[in-house]
């Protein structure tokens, strides 16, 4: 999730755990602490894809990160002794254990049990999901109001937790949804993901990938009886093969678990994280090898330039969430007239 979202919920745990002893500075410790495992954003691993897939590994790790709140809640304990060392270190295991595992709700990829197996992406909400963090900074806003009353603390982290199960509801309903027509289409064993598209939960987006093929759908819960519109987007099996020669191109088919679109643009072989974003305006493209006649020479990978998005964008996204547009074309990130689908 975003930093704002993390130190919220740090905030707000490290309050219901020690607000009435502490006041608005258990506020600040906790913020602190609830953004700390992002800092491994500052590491260079010496490439892109390094830096990619490396991001939300030890630093989220449930082993690593239950072992450092041992000497954290310690230093804490002796900053301030007010309260004991039991509720320092149930303050700081909290709050650094949820942050990894509220990231795993995302599409991005924890590495929750890193250096142990794949990163865990539950895909169920967005990265920024406002009705998530709400309820968390209101709660904060009544503390801070009233620092000796922590029953709002408490309060908004059961909304946004009951909010989480949520998430994993709809996502169950928009998969039983499409089931049929991706029966219908023959890709009714192929490897899928069902996720929401941007900052709600009542729009989602489905993505199925086959080895010369990859389809698209968006269906919402405010869609009625409107068809299922499918778009297909070719995959080329041989630059697939290609890209799994490479160390890179493993790394990144077993992060992103081979959601990828690959394409040979003059003489370099590009992978796309199709996870990420949406079709037209994926942000991360990286550069895996350069072509040289008919062999292909590896190199440091680096990441292309992120494609601007549209303005019109947001105002088609909103058409579609609301249901005033029956159908969003993936291709073009357009609405099609009404009536019509996507060509």
Not at 104 to 113: N, S
Not at 280 to 286: L, N, R
Not at 311 to 339: D, Q
Request: hydrophobic residues 50%; charged residues 15%.
């Amino acid at each position: 999730m975003d930093s704002i979202t993390q130190a919220a919920l740090g905030a707000t745990i490290a309050g219901a755990v020690a607000g009435k002893t502490l006041g608005r500075s258990a506020l600040l410790a906790g913020a602190v602490l609830g953004t700390l495992p992002d800092l491994d954003v500052v590491i260079d691993y010496g490439t892109a894809v390094a830096n990619f897939t490396q991001h939300r590994g030890f630093t989220h790790s449930l082993f690593i990160l239950a072992l450092l709140s041992l000497p954290l809640a310690w230093a804490l304990w002796r900053w301030k002794p007010v309260i004991s060392y039991q509720r320092w270190l149930a303050l700081t295991g909290l709050i650094l254990l949820t942050h990894p595992l509220l990231d795993a709700f995302t599409t991005y990829g924890t590495q929750l049990f890193w250096p142990l197996g794949p990163p865990i992406a539950l895909n169920s909400i967005f990265i920024i999901d406002p009705l998530y963090t709400v309820p968390l900074l209101a709660a904060i806003a009544c503390f801070l109001v009233r620092p000796e009353k922590t029953g709002s603390l408490m309060a908004g982290l059961g909304v946004s937790t009951l909010y989480l199960v949520w998430t994993l509801v709809a996502q169950q309903v928009i998969s039983n949804r499409v089931e049929p027509a991706l029966a219908d289409a023959g890709l009714a064993d192929a490897p899928r993901m069902v996720q929401p598209m941007p900052f709600n939960t009542i729009l989602w987006r489905v993505t199925v990938v086959s080895d010369d093929r990859r389809v698209e759908m968006v269906t919402g819960f405010l869609d009625g009886d409107t068809p299922l519109t499918l778009e297909s987007f070719p995959r080329d099996p041989a630059l697939a093969e290609q890209a799994s020669t490479l160390k890179e191109g493993q790394r990144l088919a077993w992060f992103t678990d081979g959601f990828l679109h690959y394409e040979q643009v003059d003489d370099l072989l590009l992978a796309t994280d199709v996870r990420l974003g949406v079709p037209g305006a994926h942000p991360f493209t990286f550069v895996l090898a350069r072509y040289n006649g008919d062999a292909l020479e590896p190199a440091p990978s680096y990441r292309q330039d992120r494609p601007a998005l549209r303005r019109e964008l947001l105002g088609a996204l909103w058409a579609r969430l609301t249901g005033a547009a029956p159908v969003l074309c993936l291709a073009s990130l357009e609405l099609p007239p009404p009536g019509e689908g996507c060509s």
